[in-house]
Nanobody, 117 residues
Framework: QVQLVESGGGLVQAGGSLRLSCAAS????????LGWYRQAPGEQRDSVAS???????NYARSVKGRFTITRDHGKNTINLQMNSLKPEDTGTYYC???????????WGQGTQVTVSE
């Protein structure tokens, strides 16, 4: 079993920056990546960024060049540095752990990010 705890959300003006963190505890040897999804009110939950155990990263087109996902293996933590934030980045950000052959499986409780005009 794996627990994921997010932190770092908040309110920021457009153009500002925020840094989200996700601390993972427990173990599941089938996990091959960690990542972030976000969900705006009334919208589906979409992938924002992910990082594999080997350090390969993937980003949604809408955040590429503005967001950076990193992983600290020693602390079993991933971070999402979000720069040049836009109002459309507003939503609840969820940390997720991907299982090999399954996809996103474990989820955190989410952290709210609000970007004002």
């Amino acid at each position: 079993q794996v627990q994921l705890v997010e932190s770092g959300g908040g309110l920021v003006q457009a153009g500002g920056s925020l840094r989200l963190s996700c601390a993972a505890s427990g173990s599941d040897f089938s996990i091959n990546a960690l990542g972030w999804y976000r969900q705006a009110p009334g919208e589906q939950r979409d992938s924002v960024a992910s990082i594999t155990n080997d350090g390969d990263t993937n980003y949604a087109r809408s955040v590429k060049g503005r967001f950076t996902i990193t992983r600290d293996h020693g602390k079993n933590t991933i971070n999402l540095q979000m720069n040049s934030l836009k109002p459309e980045d507003t939503g609840t950000y969820y940390c997720t752990a991907y299982l090999r052959g399954v996809g996103p499986y474990y989820w955190g409780q989410g952290t709210q990010v609000t970007v004002s005009e």
